[in-house]
């Protein structure tokens, strides 16, 4: 299994950008897929979550409005659209798949994770 994320770099305060995972090796259109962070001295933190149809998505609060995720199951790709991105938003950005469509902000829930991508946002 490869989860492969992209789309990482630095932007300025209240810009965009868009992060891709793409995966492989494993039945992604029967998996639920999330995008996880981790901030320099944090934790790991939710970000957002897709299940396997895209019927359902969950946000953290901190992005609810200017994250989007999705997804396209032919190119067994997951999407995240950032945008006005903050300072906070800096961190390393992962992307996890998982089966089931329960729970999807906890990340012990995810078997594969991608290497994850660095998301800079300068003040």
């Known amino acids: 299994v490869q989860l492969q994320a992209s789309g990482g770099g630095l932007v300025q305060t209240g810009g965009s950008l868009r992060l891709s995972c793409a995966a492989s090796?494993?039945?992604?259109?029967?998996?639920?897929m999330g995008w996880f962070r981790q901030a320099p001295g944090k934790e790991r933190e939710f970000v957002a979550a897709i299940t396997w149809n895209g019927g359902t998505t969950v946000y953290a609060d901190s992005v609810k409005g200017r994250f989007t995720i999705s997804r396209d199951n032919a190119k067994n790709t997951v999407y995240l659209q950032m945008n006005s991105l903050q300072p906070d938003d800096t961190a390393v950005y992962y992307c996890?798949?998982?089966?089931?469509?329960?729970?999807?902000?906890?990340?012990?829930?995810?078997?594969?994770w991608g290497q994850g991508t660095l998301v800079t946002v300068s003040s």
């Open positions: 996890g798949a998982r089966t089931g469509g329960s729970n999807l902000q906890y990340s012990r829930y995810y078997l594969n």
């Open positions: 090796g494993l039945p992604f259109s029967r998996n639920s």
